[in-house]
């Protein structure tokens, strides 16, 4: 298994930065395409960006193309959500997730992922 622990959450103004990490125990962490999701109230939980076993393929929602910036460092067993240029619209709570892979392929479904985050909060005031 693989636990993953998120933060840097918060509440930032409309138009600011905000940088979410997440750490992920384990030795096998080269085995997870690893992605983030999130969830307003109300709302169904959404993909947002995913990131390749290796680093090299990334995946995003066009709400949020051009904007967030997903990385990884394995080294480190973390990954990056780097997001700029906020909107309220992209209040919610944010989760890591990880996605066992044979491959560097990845995947924005729900379901392809296998361990999951407790959630941090992001609120964008305007």
């Known amino acids: 298994q693989v636990q993953l622990v998120e933060s840097g959450g918060g509440l930032v103004q409309a138009g600011g930065p905000l940088r979410l990490s997440c750490a992920a125990s384990?030795?096998?962490?080269?085995?997870?395409?690893m992605g983030w999701f999130r969830q307003a109230p109300g709302k169904r939980r959404g993909f947002v960006a995913t990131?390749?076993?290796?680093?090299?393929?990334?995946d995003y929602a066009y709400a949020v193309k051009g904007r967030f910036t997903i990385s990884r460092d394995n080294a480190k067993n973390t990954v990056v959500l780097q997001m700029n240029s906020l909107k309220p619209e992209d209040t919610a709570v944010y989760y890591c997730?990880?996605?066992?892979?044979?491959?560097?392929?990845?995947?924005?479904?729900?379901?392809?992922?296998?361990?999951w985050g407790q959630g941090t909060q992001v609120t964008v005031s305007s």
């Open positions: 997730a990880a996605d066992y892979r044979s491959s560097d392929d990845i995947c924005s479904k729900y379901g392809c992922y296998d361990y």
């Open positions: 384990g030795r096998t962490f080269t085995s997870y395409a």
């Open positions: 990131v390749s076993r290796s680093g090299g393929r990334t």
